[in-house]
C-alpha cells in the first residue's frame, strides 16, 4: 500500500501461494508449502506478477553479471535486473502474452519503484536449456520465449528434478514411466530416456524500454 501497489496486483501476486499449496498436495498429498523461501519473495515485495511472468527486483549475480559484461553492456555484478519467473497454471507462454507483461511491467516499475533502474532482465530456468529447440516445434511457444535471451553463462551441471516436476508434477518419478501425452512430455521425458541430461539455462535480454535496448549494437546481436 505504501508503494501504491494496486489491490489486483497485490492479489494476482499473493495468489502463488495457494498456487504453491495445489502443488503440494498434488505432489505429496497434503497441505503444505514446499518453498517457503521463494515465498517470502512475494510477502517481502521483492516479486510481482504482472501478467503471464513474475518479476523479481534483483541483482546481477557474479557469472551473470561477466556474462553481460563481456556482452559489451555497462552492466557488471551487484546491478539491478529484474529476474523472470513462470509460474506454472497460467496457460500458453505466448509471444502475446510475455509482450504485454513487459508492457505491464514498464509502467509497473516506473510507477511503484521510481528510484531502482532496470536495464536487463535476466532468467534462470529450465525452460532456457538450448537443448529444448532441437526437440520441440520451432513454432512453440517455449523456443520462442527461449529465443528472446542471450547466454549469460552455460551450467554444466544436470538437473533433471527441475524439468521432471514442472512438467510432470514430481521430480522424483520414474524416467520409464513419463507419459508421453504432449509435445513438451516428449521431449523432456524421450531425452532422459535416450541417456540425456537437462541443464538450468541462464539468459538475459535488455528491456524494451531500456537505453541498451534501443542501441543498434545491441539488437543486431540480440
Ligand atoms: C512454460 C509453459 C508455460 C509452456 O507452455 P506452452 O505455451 O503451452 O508451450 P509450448 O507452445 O512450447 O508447447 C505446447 C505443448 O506443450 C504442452 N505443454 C505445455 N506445458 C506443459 C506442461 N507443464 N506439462 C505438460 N505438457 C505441457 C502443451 O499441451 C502442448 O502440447 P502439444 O504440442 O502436444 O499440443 C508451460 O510448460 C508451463 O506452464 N510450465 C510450468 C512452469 C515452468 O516450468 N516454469 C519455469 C520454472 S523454472
Known amino acids: 500500500r505504501g508503494l501504491g501497489v494496486p489491490d489486483d496486483v497485490s492479489r494476482r501476486t499473493l495468489a502463488d501461494l495457494g498456487r504453491h499449496m495445489a502443488v503440494h498436495r498434488r505432489r505429496y498429498g497434503s497441505c503444505g508449502i514446499h518453498a517457503v523461501a521463494w515465498l ?3 510477502f517481502h515485495g521483492e516479486l510481482y506478477q504482472l501478467g503471464r511472468l513474475q518479476y523479481q527486483r534483483a541483482r546481477l549475480g557474479g557469472r551473470s553479471g561477466a556474462g553481460v559484461a563481456a556482452a559489451g553492456l555497462p552492466l557488471t555484478s551487484g546491478d539491478l535486473c529484474l529476474s523472470l519467473h513462470i509460474p506454472d497454471f497460467r496457460g500458453p507462454l505466448s509471444a502475446r ?6 508492457a505491464l511491467a514498464q509502467e509497473f516499475f516506473a510507477r511503484h519503484h521510481p528510484d531502482e533502474r532496470y536495464e536487463i532482465a535476466v532468467c534462470h530456468s529450465w525452460l532456457l536449456d538450448p537443448q529444448l529447440k532441437d526437440l520441440l516445434p520451432k513454432d512453440s511457444n517455449l523456443v520462442r520465449f527461449q529465443e528472446r535471451f542471450r547466454v549469460a553463462w552455460e ?8 524439468p521432471v516436476g514442472f512438467v510432470f508434477g514430481d521430480p522424483g518419478l520414474p524416467i520409464e514411466d513419463l507419459p508421453r501425452r504432449t509435445s513438451v512430455e516428449r521431449a523432456v521425458g524421450d531425452h532422459l530416456r535416450r541417456g540425456g541430461h537437462w ?3 541462464h539468459g538475459w535480454f535488455p528491456l524494451p524500454w531500456s537505453g541498451t535496448a534501443a542501441s543498434g549494437r545491441l539488437v543486431e546481436g540480440a
Open 97 to 102: 502474452a510475455c509482450d504485454r507483461s513487459l
Open 40 to 42: 517470502g519473495l512475494h
Open 199 to 201: 541443464y538450468g539455462g
Open 155 to 162: 551450467n554444466t551441471e544436470p538437473d533433471d528434478r527441475v
